[in-house]
């Protein structure tokens, strides 16, 4: 059995889902998946990077110069893409239990 | 070059150079990006960028597949020895507390107050050399600060307690050597 994620690893890779994403476009996004609840700062942001890329989740893209500055494209690999769907599954089943649980406790009263 | 960008700069040398040659650029370009009007980098964001330097060194260093950087060890060492020492003078200005409280501290001779002050000395410079860049003292500043360290340690005396040096009325069970 897979530990779970830590939630940074899990939004970057949510972020990474749809499309390839450059490290300004990760950070923005993240806030916005969270609903601002969540803002990573670029130093977590490139420490996961490095890490998912060492575990093959997560590839290089693309690399672009705008304005001089180098803009770098991550992609999920089809490995990442796995993992996410594990840990997606992983939490549906527990969301699922919670539910069901607190329906029983509504219709039942409080224990 | 702006006061930011080159204040970045100055934190993203912390990180192991591998990275550092990958990906330093990308991330200043983020990191000037996410700072909107700021002049300079905020508290936060500094601790985040030294606590990811922190961890990427550690992570290279317990990495299994050999590409370990000495240099990079001599970074985290230089980091780690001074945290070391300061935690070891948390017990000297315990005992320096102590014998304040005693109203005994003129007793105490000087070098006994601050028995590490030497090594502390060394070690603000060996940071100071780390901090400003310098290519010669740069380099050999932390072989000097564990030598020194080492040295102060091997010829430290053992400790007496209940020598005479504790004050009139304290029992010598409770002399600040023995903590």
Same mark, same amino acid.
């Not at chain 1, 893209?61 to 770098?72: A, G, I, Q, Y």
């Not at chain 2, 002049?39 to 922190?54: H, I, K, Q, V, Y």
């Not at chain 2, 003078?89 to 315990?94: E, P, Q, R």
């Given at each position: ?15 990474? &889902? ?30 996961? *990077?490095?890490? *998912? ?27 990442? &893409? ?13 969301? *699922?239990?919670?539910?069901?649980? *607190? ?9 | ?19 550092? /040659?990958?990906? %330093? /650029? ?15 980098? #905020?508290?936060? /964001? ?19 597949? #050999? ?7 001599? +970074?985290?060492?230089?980091?780690? %020895? ?5 935690? #070891? ?25 601050? =028995? ?10 060996? +940071? ?5 860049? %310098? ?9 000097? !600060? ?5 040295? @102060?340690?091997?010829? +430290?005396?053992? =400790?007496?307690?209940? @020598?005479?040096?504790?004050?009139? !009325?304290?029992? @010598? +069970? ?6």
């Amino acid at each position: 059995m897979t530990d779970a994620l830590r939630e940074p690893t899990f939004l970057i890779l949510t972020a990474l &889902a749809a499309r390839p994403q450059h490290g300004y476009g990760i950070l923005r996004d993240v806030e916005e998946i969270s609903g601002g609840r969540v803002q990573l700062r670029a130093g977590t942001v490139y420490t996961a *990077l490095d890490r *998912l890329r060492t575990d093959g989740w997560v590839a290089v893209d693309r690399e672009e110069v705008v304005e001089s500055r180098l803009r770098r494209y991550y992609r999920l690999t089809d490995t990442g &893409a796995a993992r996410l769907e594990a840990e997606v599954t992983r939490m549906r089943a527990h969301t *699922l239990a919670a539910e069901k649980r *607190l329906r029983a406790r509504l219709a039942g009263g409080t224990a | 070059m702006t006061d930011l960008e080159r204040r970045y700069r100055r934190l993203l040398a912390l990180y192991p150079r591998d990275h550092r /040659e990958r990906t %330093g /650029e990308e991330m200043l370009a983020v990191l000037v990006a996410d700072a909107g009007d700021r002049s300079r980098p #905020g508290w936060r /964001e500094t601790a985040n960028l030294l606590w990811a330097a922190a961890r990427l060194h550690l992570r290279r260093l317990v990495a299994a597949d #050999g590409g370990v950087e000495p240099g990079d060890v001599l +970074a985290v060492v230089s980091l780690l %020895g001074p945290v070391a020492l300061l935690a #070891g003078a948390a017990g000297s200005v315990h005992e320096l507390a102590w014998w304040v409280r005693a109203g005994a501290v003129g007793q105490l001779p000087w070098s006994e107050q601050v =028995p590490d002050l030497p090594v502390w000395l060394v070690w603000f410079a060996v +940071a100071v050399a780390a901090c400003s860049g %310098g290519g010669a003292p740069r380099r050999p500043a932390p072989g000097w !600060g564990w030598s020194v360290s080492c040295c @102060s340690r091997c010829s +430290a005396r053992p =400790p007496t307690s209940g @020598s005479g040096r504790v004050p009139a !009325g304290c029992s @010598s +069970a409770w002399s600040p050597r023995r903590h």
